[in-house]
């Protein structure tokens, strides 16, 4: 059984949701609001095709507001989807595709610290050229990461995103020192415009220094408050608690080197959860990411 109202007196403000497009409905009042006599009448009836469900009825009022009355959209509405549609895209290469980058690029990132001489010097090309790879990807991992709580305001959400930010810039200015800085000296080595040894004692050096090793540690700590605000965030919002609580793999696994196999790991793991929150079954129509959390 569903209800027939009559012509409603009341102001309705309310936002809905269509495939990630929200729009805002604004029935204004009639003279009969000021009526107190006024009754509002309902009509019982059986649920038949014309009147289906709450979300099919809100869809296709959606659908019509669009389309201004008519059986095709108008060229406005049609920009509007086409912006929404480019915006979900780039939202997903970047969420989904970072993370995937650093996942493969990393399977190829070797362990030279114990023998720098005979196993760093020799693929310092490859190491220059992986690392400064790497920096470029890492601002857009933090990007993802703010994504992951992206439409969530409240102060988990928020201090979330300041997070993500925090683990960009540290996490980046140690991997340029301890991968480009060191590429550097040791391709200077294999040509021959410094010597061998002052060049691996340099490496080492740089390898071992605590400002570096500070920026690193910087840059994960930031890693694991982002994750466990976001989860909070998410979690609040009413996403899938799975996904959520395993988040924790991906910020134990950040604390240990980016080499493979840890690296890969780290930002795979990454992968599918937000692969997994992203294509989560009624994200884009219930729109639990456009809650207000505290």
């Known amino acids: 059984m569903a209800n027939l109202y009559a012509r409603c007196p009341y102001v309705v403000n309310g936002s809905l949701f269509l495939r990630g497009l929200q729009v805002t409905l604004l029935i204004y009042p009639e003279r009969v609001m000021r009526d107190a006599a006024y009754t509002l009448l309902r009509?019982?009836?059986?649920?038949?095709?014309?009147n289906k469900s709450k979300e099919k009825r809100r869809d296709n009022l959606v659908r019509m507001l669009l389309c201004d009355g008519k059986r095709r959209p108008t060229r406005e509405a049609r920009k509007r989807q086409q912006k929404v549609e480019i915006g979900l895209t780039l939202r997903r290469i970047v969420l989904l595709g970072t993370p995937?980058?650093?996942?493969?690029?990393?399977?190829?990132?070797?362990s030279p610290?114990?023998?720098?001489?005979?196993?760093?010097?020799p693929i310092a090309g490859w190491w220059i050229a992986l690392h400064t790879i790497v920096f470029g990807l890492v601002p857009f991992m933090g990007v993802a990461l703010w994504m992951l709580t992206a439409g969530l305001r409240?102060?988990?959400?928020?201090?979330?995103?300041?997070?993500?930010?925090?683990?960009?810039?540290?996490?980046?200015?140690?991997?340029?020192?301890?991968?480009?800085?060191?590429?550097?000296?040791?391709?200077?080595?294999?040509?021959?415009?410094?010597?061998?040894?002052?060049?691996?004692?340099?490496?080492?050096?740089l390898f071992a220094d605590p400002f570096k090793s500070l920026l690193f540690d910087i840059g994960?700590?930031?890693?694991?408050?982002?994750?466990?605000?976001?989860?909070?965030?998410?979690?609040?919002?009413?996403?899938?608690?799975?996904?959520?609580?395993?988040?924790?793999?991906?910020?134990?696994l950040v604390t240990l080197d980016h080499a493979f196999p840890s690296g890969s790991l780290t930002f795979g793991t990454f992968f599918v959860i937000a692969a997994w929150l992203e294509f989560a079954p009624g994200r884009a129509s219930s729109s639990w990411q456009s809650r207000h959390v505290r």
């Open 43 to 50: 009509i019982p009836l059986l649920r038949t095709r014309v």
């Open 154 to 205: 409240g102060v988990f959400a928020t201090l979330s995103r300041v997070a993500a930010v925090v683990f960009a810039l540290f996490y980046d200015a140690g991997d340029a020192i301890a991968g480009i800085s060191t590429g550097i000296l040791a391709r200077s080595a294999e040509v021959g415009t410094l010597g061998e040894r002052a060049a691996v004692e340099a490496i080492e050096t």
């Open 100 to 110: 995937l980058a650093l996942t493969v690029l990393l399977v190829f990132h070797p």
């Open 113 to 121: 610290y114990d023998e720098v001489a005979s196993q760093l010097v």
């Open 220 to 252: 994960r700590y930031a890693w694991i408050v982002a994750l466990v605000l976001a989860a909070v965030a998410l979690w609040r919002a009413g996403a899938p608690r799975l996904p959520l609580v395993l988040l924790a793999l991906p910020a134990y």
